[in-house]
């Protein structure tokens, strides 16, 4: 399972002006090769950390975007810190939420 570590340390200064973000390129780059794997019939999970505030959720609704732009359903889920969450909450968040 590949980890996207959220590290103020891996942003390089550089923009990516296709979505935006500062330093993102080799993280987008490893969900975009996960992404074209899954579609091929390879799935597989990335798990994305890292500290508050270091631009995680911002990577994952660029990557959503992006995956919804090459004509992916993209389902989104969420857990909030300090909230008490219900098992597999994500999971049953983003289920809850298809169409």
Same mark, same amino acid.
């Given at each position: 399972?590949?980890?996207?570590?959220?590290?103020?340390?891996?942003?390089?200064?550089?923009?990516?002006?296709?979505?935006?973000?500062?330093?993102?390129?080799?993280?987008?780059?490893?969900? !975009?090769?996960?992404?074209?794997?899954?579609?091929?019939?390879?799935?597989?999970?990335?798990?994305?950390?890292?500290?508050?505030?270091?631009?995680?959720?911002?990577?994952?609704?660029?990557?959503?975007?992006? $995956?919804?732009?090459?004509?992916?359903?993209?389902?989104?889920?969420?857990?909030? !810190?300090? !909230? $008490? !969450?219900?098992?597999?909450?994500?999971?049953?968040?983003?289920?809850?939420?298809?169409?």
């Amino acid at each position: 399972m590949p980890v996207v570590p959220g590290t103020r340390g891996s942003r390089s200064g550089l923009v990516d002006h296709t979505c935006g973000l500062v330093g993102r390129g080799p993280e987008l780059a490893l969900l !975009q090769d996960a992404l074209e794997r899954a579609r091929s019939g390879q799935g597989s999970v990335v798990s994305i950390s890292g500290e508050p505030g270091v631009g995680k959720t911002a990577l994952c609704r660029a990557f959503a975007e992006m $995956a919804t732009s090459a004509g992916v359903r993209v389902l989104w889920g969420a857990c909030f !810190q300090g !909230q $008490a !969450q219900p098992s597999y909450g994500p999971w049953v968040d983003a289920i809850a939420r298809m169409p």
